[in-house]
């Protein structure tokens, strides 16, 4: 289905499939679409393994569609849903199944991890918008999706707070005018923090980021600095600019979302509270704007009047060694940040399950980047990508 024309106001009907609709950016993707039914509906779903959240989004949004990345999940999620009449699939065949759907215009992808690839190049080969929030797409596969949106006329609309705040500054400029992306960031859970402070802290203590709400993994990489690094990958993608023009900058109350400085010295700034409804909703109604939906349901303004100051501080790269690390994978390209990526994903598992210290996560992603290095491929496609994913994995699993 293509877009309609609703009876309400004559606003248009969006249509969604949504890859990861049990996780952060799916659930809050959920509740913008409750806020504007006249609008916003769902044609399918698609999760990991959380069958009870899986039944009861099924059950208030009907969608035809509906898949469990895990074969167990979807056996125990057809037997609850029986009543109903959603067909639930299960793995790649069914994320594909989501991703391809007919009566969908716009493909949400916020699934966790490289999986994302092949339902979101499927998604553009079928003429769908692209709403992105799985870094990992990019971060490996730009080379492919990119070329393949601009060949089929798509748009790859970001939801990632930052890219989305630099798409919002880039409005109506070209690119020959932009000289530097200020990338910001909150500076994690351990900012200010040295490595001998790092050396004792678990899990639960990387998890309570100060000023954002997010799933473990993101938390996590967000203290690293790797999520950081990951989105320096992506916006060069997303924006096509060397990675030399991106800077990142801490911004401690994550109220300036990344910035955009021009070629006459002026910069652009986006603004706004800490809350990932308004970049997904901004994607969702672009390039339109609707009322903010936040998760406490009030204004997604910061409030300018409160005592807090707009501060900046350089990141400290020596501690929290993600972004450096980042910037080597993208200076030496092909498969070498899908090794950045895998390495990170596999360390951050095993310090979630307290299999390794914080400072491990740098060390193992060093030594997969370093085994890697005499068999990058220049231009990977899937499969390679997929190998060097794997690759990655088993060096930090030995370790």
């Excluded at 949400?108 to 994302?116: P, R």
């Excluded at 492919?144 to 609309?157: Q, T």
């Excluded at 910035?259 to 109604?285: K, R, W």
């Excluded at 899908?338 to 360390?347: G, Q, Y």
Aim: hydrophobic residues 45%; proline residues 5%; contains cysteine.
């Amino acid at each position: 289905m293509t877009e309609k024309e609703s009876p309400v106001l004559n606003k248009r009907v969006h249509s969604i499939a949504l890859l990861g609709s049990t996780g952060s950016i799916g659930t809050q993707t959920l509740d913008i679409v409750r806020a504007h039914p006249e609008e916003l509906r769902i044609a399918g779903l698609a999760a990991g393994k959380n069958v009870s959240l899986m039944e009861a989004q099924i059950r208030e949004h009907r969608p035809r569609i509906a898949c469990m990345w895990d074969d167990e999940a979807a056996a125990d999620l057809r037997t609850r849903i029986r009543d109903t009449d959603t067909q639930v699939l299960a793995g790649m065949e069914g994320l594909l199944a989501v991703a391809e759907m007919e009566e969908a215009d716009l493909c949400l992808t916020a699934v966790v991890g490289m999986i994302g690839i092949r339902p979101t190049l499927a998604a553009i080969g079928k003429g769908k918008t692209i709403a992105l929030a799985n870094k990992e797409t990019l971060v490996a596969a730009g080379h492919l999706i990119m070329p393949a949106a601009e060949e089929a006329g798509v748009e790859i609309l970001p939801v990632d707070s930052e890219h989305s705040a630099i798409f919002q500054c880039l409005n109506g400029e070209t690119k020959d005018r932009l000289k530097k992306i200020w990338l910001t960031c909150s500076g994690g859970t351990f900012r200010g923090l040295k490595r001998e402070d790092l050396l004792h802290k678990k899990a639960k203590d990387a998890l309570k980021n100060p000023n954002w709400d997010m799933g473990a993994k993101v938390t996590i990489d967000s203290a690293s600095l790797v999520n950081k690094g990951l989105e320096v990958i992506e916006a060069s993608w997303l924006f096509g600019v060397s990675t030399e023009q991106i800077r990142v900058i801490v911004q401690p109350q994550s109220v300036i979302h990344s910035m955009v400085e021009y070629a006459d010295g002026s910069v652009i700034a986006q603004l706004a509270a800490p809350d990932m409804h308004l970049p997904i909703q901004y994607a969702l109604f672009y390039p339109d704007r609707r009322s903010g939906t936040s998760s406490d349901g009030g204004t997604l303004l910061p409030d300018f009047a409160a005592p807090s100051a707009i501060t900046f501080e350089e990141p400290d790269t020596e501690t929290f060694q993600g972004l450096p690390l980042a910037y080597e994978a993208a200076q030496i390209g092909g498969s070498m940040p899908t090794v950045f990526n895998a390495a990170n994903e596999e360390a951050v598992r095993l310090f979630l399950k307290e299999q390794i210290g914080f400072l491990d996560i740098y060390d193992r992603i060093r030594m997969a980047m370093d085994a890697h290095a005499p068999y990058v491929k220049a231009m990977p496609d899937v499969d390679e990508i997929l190998e060097a994913e794997a690759f990655a994995r088993e060096i930090v699993r030995k370790k």
